[in-house]
């Protein structure tokens, strides 16, 4: 079987031990001219090689070397061109953020999990919520919200309490992280085309970061997040243990 592939690995000594064994049995190509980018590591390290090679045709398969490895496969040696010529293939849009500082300053990130507005202070912060131009909520004392994709439902989203989203639907969530005011709300399921507004209150005695896939921006006062359709993520994953799969299994456990 004639398949080109590139192997990166993360940091860790167990992902780069593995990279040497596998490039010495299956060859190595660039990423630029690979059939397959074959990433070694666990899930933030397949978000930043989705992030670094999005504009590449080369889908992207992960073989768990790290931690948690939701995004992953595991790891095998012996059978991997059988495995990918059999994957599966998962379709993902990121978020695009748009940030605006207190200086003026304005920030552009995508995010493939979530984007997220965390308080940067020893005080709650309070957060104006707007959907598509129209206010929905007008003041949310927290210690931040995040807006996710289906994709990155079952990470932050999921430890925030908020709901797991299949695959392939047409929404995202809205969730509050540790609401104070109003005390139980949960959070909002909007759909997926719609543009979210957080406007920050009082931001100098309530200073609030974003983040987008672990890209921070400090002393926002206006975050912006939209789905980007125009990007497209391609993931690979043997058969059965694909993104849906795995998204209906994580509610049962």
Same mark, same amino acid.
């Given at each position: ?55 590449l ?6 073989m ?27 379709l993902?849009?990121p ?33 104006? @919520?707007? &959907?598509?131009?129209? %206010? !929905?909520?007008?003041? +949310? ?5 995040? $807006?996710?994709?289906p #994709? ?20 995202l ?16 399921? @909007?759909? &997926?085309?719609?543009? %979210? !507004?957080?406007?920050? +209150? ?5 200073? $609030?970061?974003?983040? #987008? ?9 206006a ?11 391609r ?17 049962? &456990?």
């Amino acid at each position: 079987m004639d398949m080109k592939l590139a192997f990166v690995a993360s940091r860790g000594p167990r992902a780069r031990e593995a990279r040497e064994a596998l490039v010495a049995r299956y060859g190595h190509v660039s990423e630029a001219d690979a059939d397959v980018i074959v990433a070694l590591g666990g899930d933030g390290f397949m978000l930043s090689t989705l992030h670094r090679t999005q504009g590449l045709r080369a889908p992207v398969y992960g073989m768990n070397r790290g931690t948690v490895g939701f995004l992953m496969n595991e790891y095998h040696d012996d059978d991997l061109l059988e495995r990918l010529a059999g994957a599966e293939t998962a379709l993902i849009n990121p978020l695009a953020m748009q940030a605006t500082r207190a200086d003026g300053k304005v920030t552009q990130a995508l995010a493939i999990n979530e984007v997220s507005l965390l308080r940067a202070g020893p005080q709650a912060a309070k957060l104006r @919520i707007s &959907v598509d131009g129209k %206010v !929905r909520m007008e003041e +949310l004392v927290c210690d931040g919200a995040l $807006v996710a994709t289906p #994709a990155g439902s079952t990470a932050y989203n999921y430890s925030a309490h908020g709901p797991v989203l299949p695959i392939d639907s047409d929404v995202l969530a809205l969730t509050a992280i540790a609401p104070f005011r109003p005390r139980r709300w949960r959070g909002a399921l @909007i759909p &997926v085309a719609s543009h %979210v !507004r957080f406007d920050v +209150l009082e931001p100098e005695k309530r200073p $609030v970061m974003a983040d #987008a896939d672990s890209r921070s921006v400090p002393n926002v006062i206006a975050v912006e997040i939209v789905s980007e359709p125009k990007v497209v993520h391609r993931l690979l994953f043997d058969p059965g243990h694909g993104l849906e799969e795995r998204l209906i299994q994580e509610q049962f &456990v």
